[in-house]
């Protein structure tokens, strides 16, 4: 059981943005940098939160970003944006958001072990603390157990 | 016992419902199969499950349902699992 791919190159901390579709956007292009997605891939992950909402933002401060698995997906995934100015979503508890993961899977049945994994991070209340005032890509990388 | 987690794309957050209401329910010795499933799967996987877990914006698309309707705000927190759960179960 492991987490998706987390390379330097999906990393990208301390970004300044305009609102969360701009946040997401950059999760999708640190997706597309690291090889696991096309630039198609962020459109999705934009329009899932425009068509359902901003169920993503499943804790305080934590977007996770994904969108089904498809065509727009090259490999599984994992990607992580610190944002240097939270932004708002429009989550009625988990606003502003602050660590934006971006997730790309290829098999819907095998991704279980993945999020398996990234509840085992982030069950720890401190995580996404810790990841917002990351300031290297080998800190997030231990942060989330994965060596870089 | 079946209990369904719905998001939009049936993986990713559903999937960390799935994963942590498992948890949970093996800590409270209670024993149930926990599917996760995109909202439009939604009908024919949760029309005979007691409990549905999601976020606030589903609750409307969930409609009219016999299943009890459980509203998670943070995923991570096993404890308002747990209390939610219970309160629902017990």
């Known amino acids: 059981m492991s987490l ?5 190159s999906a990393i990208e901390l301390g970004v300044t943005v305009d609102d969360w579709h701009e946040a997401v956007r950059l999760a999708g292009a640190a997706l597309e940098r690291s090889g696991a997605a096309t630039p198609a891939y962020a459109d999705e992950m934009i329009r899932m939160i425009e068509e359902h909402g901003p169920y993503v933002v499943i804790a305080p401060g934590l977007a996770l970003a994904h969108a089904r698995p498809g065509p727009a997906v090259v490999a599984d995934g994992l990607a992580i944006v610190t944002l240097a100015s939270p932004v708002n979503f429009g989550h009625p508890h988990n606003d502003p958001v602050r660590v934006v993961l971006g997730l790309a899977i290829k098999e819907a049945r095998t991704h279980l072990a993945a999020v398996a994994e990234l509840a085992n991070v982030f069950n720890d ?6 990841l917002a005032s ?9 942060i989330m157990g994965v060596s870089s | 016992m079946k209990i369904v987690a719905i998001c939009g794309a049936g993986i990713g957050s559903s999937g960390i419902l799935k994963v942590n209401a498992e948890r949970v329910l093996r800590k409270l010795d209670i024993e ?7 909202i439009s799967s939604l009908a024919e996987t949760a029309k ?4 549905i877990l999601t976020s606030a914006e589903f609750v409307d698309a969930i409609g009219a349902t016999f299943a009890d309707v459980i509203v998670i705000e943070n995923y991570f927190d096993t404890q308002e699992l747990t209390a939610k759960l219970e309160a629902a179960l017990g």
């Open chain 1, 125 to 130: 209340s401190d995580a996404i603390e810790a």
């Open chain 2, 48 to 51: 005979d499950a007691q409990v």
């Open chain 1, 4 to 8: 998706p791919p987390l390379p330097a």
């Open chain 2, 32 to 38: 149930a199969t926990v599917t996760a499933v995109d």
């Open chain 1, 134 to 142: 990351a300031t290297t890509a080998e800190q997030v990388q231990r």
